[in-house]
């Protein structure tokens, strides 16, 4: 797999019939490395170790309901209170970041109401704040860190 535009994380791999799967220590299991897997485990990381995001708030592909289809976010992390503080949506790092993947990531958003979106194909990292009340997105340098 490529380098990223993370800082350097130790993962475990396995490999199984000739595929090289990577444990995602959310899921408690070794996923299939693809090149999305790779950009989502090191965002993952990043929450964790640099954000500083409890694990126990963090959760990766997960169904949801948008306007009736059912659609998997990436990664969601929790306040305490159950609301939800940031969507991340990832992409492969050979995608490009378009409007079409904020407009992805803006639909989920109508159920999930974050606070905090972030996109990245693990090259690029786009960082937005919600501003309900104007129906927009606020680009910032970097998402906040967690506190209580």
């Known amino acids: 797999m490529i380098k990223l535009n993370f800082p350097s994380y130790q993962f475990r791999f396995k490999n199984s019939?000739?595929?090289t799967a990577i444990f995602d220590e959310l899921r408690k299991k070794f996923i299939i490395l693809t090149p999305e897997e790779w950009?989502?485990?090191h965002t993952i990381q990043y929450l964790i170790k640099q954000k500083n995001y409890p694990k126990q708030l963090l959760n990766a592909?997960?169904?949801l309901k948008v306007n009736g289809l059912?659609?998997?976010y990436d990664i969601v992390a929790?306040?305490?209170d159950g609301s939800i503080n940031l969507i991340?949506?990832?992409k492969a790092p050979s995608i490009k970041i378009t409007q079409d993947t904020f407009d992805q990531i803006a639909r989920y958003n109508l159920a999930l109401k974050a606070e905090q979106l972030m996109v990245t194909n693990g090259l690029h990292h786009y960082f937005c704040e919600m501003d309900y009340e104007l129906e927009k997105y606020n680009f910032l340098r970097e998402i906040s860190s967690y506190s209580l």
């Open 88 to 90: 991340v949506e990832c």
């Open 17 to 19: 019939e000739n595929k």
């Open 70 to 72: 059912t659609r998997r």
């Open 39 to 41: 950009v989502r485990q």
């Open 78 to 80: 929790y306040n305490p």
């Open 61 to 63: 592909e997960k169904q």
